[in-house]
């Protein structure tokens, strides 16, 4: 029986077999837009698992072992075959249709992404979409989701990021609670103020507000609160369009609410602090037509939001 690979061991051929073509680690790190200790870390997986050394390693350089080179020759023939079926079945999807599995941050999702897919979807009638709204660490393989959402850049190597847009914070209130209880002139007043706080369900502790300092350095900015939320940063937006208090979000969360005058922004200069959102897909995982059409769509559609 033919031996099938997952796309993890699939990855790592994938590099071993660039190491082999360019003779360099960090040679073949440039060209694939990685570390070189993230090839190193791979091509000693991918050794422990066969249980033989395929490179001979020396200060200057690297060469293939014999098992190494037997081993290169078969991955080189194996690799063809699979870029050939690629092609094949790429060409005979010339329009982008089936299902399209996405994860996105529920705050991103709801304010950004969910009107997106509208679009998408009525611009490409033969995808189906299954969205799911959550903010934990998805795997790419195991939860069968081609695309995803995520604040900064991800930690793992086998992953491609588009950068989407370096997303800022912004302090919220209601006019009503503005006009009970007076707007804040300094970042020093806040202390005197409802501050409706959010707490990270992961470890139950309150997230600190992100405000620029004097000297513009970001600061993280504690405190106690009356106001609670957990496990969605909407509720905290909701709390504060009823005069509640005060609030912090991503400005885009907030924008509809600003427009229909239900909330006001404040202290702008102490709040100019932003975090950046990627659009994430497997390094190693051949680009279906769908795929292809959302990447192309959604940056798209950001870069002329944010223009």
Known sequence: MARIFN???????????KTAELGSFVA???????TPGAVSRSIGRLEE?????????????????????LYHAECQQALKQIAGVEREISGKQR???????????????HSRLVPMIARFCEAFPRVDVELELSNHNIDFVNDGFDVAIRRGEPPDSRLIARPLE???????????????????VSTGELAHHDCIQFVLPSNGRPLPWQLRGEDGKNIDFLFSSRYRVQGDVLGCVTLARAGAGI???YQFVAQEAV?????????ETENGVSRPFSLLYPRNRHLSARVRAFVDFVLEEVGREIR
């Open 259 to 267: 427009d229909r005058g239900e909330l006001v922004e404040i202290l």
């Open 49 to 69: 698992r066969l249980g033989v050394r395929l490179f001979v390693r020396t200060t200057r350089r690297i060469s293939l072992t014999d098992e190494g080179a």
């Open 7 to 17: 796309p993890i061991q699939l990855g790592s051929i994938e590099l071993f077999c």
């Open 166 to 184: 370096n997303a800022r914070f912004g302090l919220y209130a209601a006019p009503a609670y503005l006009a009970r209880r007076g707007a804040p």
């Open 247 to 249: 609030c912090q979000v």
């Open 28 to 34: 073949a790190a440039q060209a694939l837009s990685i």
């Open 95 to 109: 329009e982008p249709g089936g299902v399209l599995r996405v994860s996105a941050p529920t705050t991103y999702g």
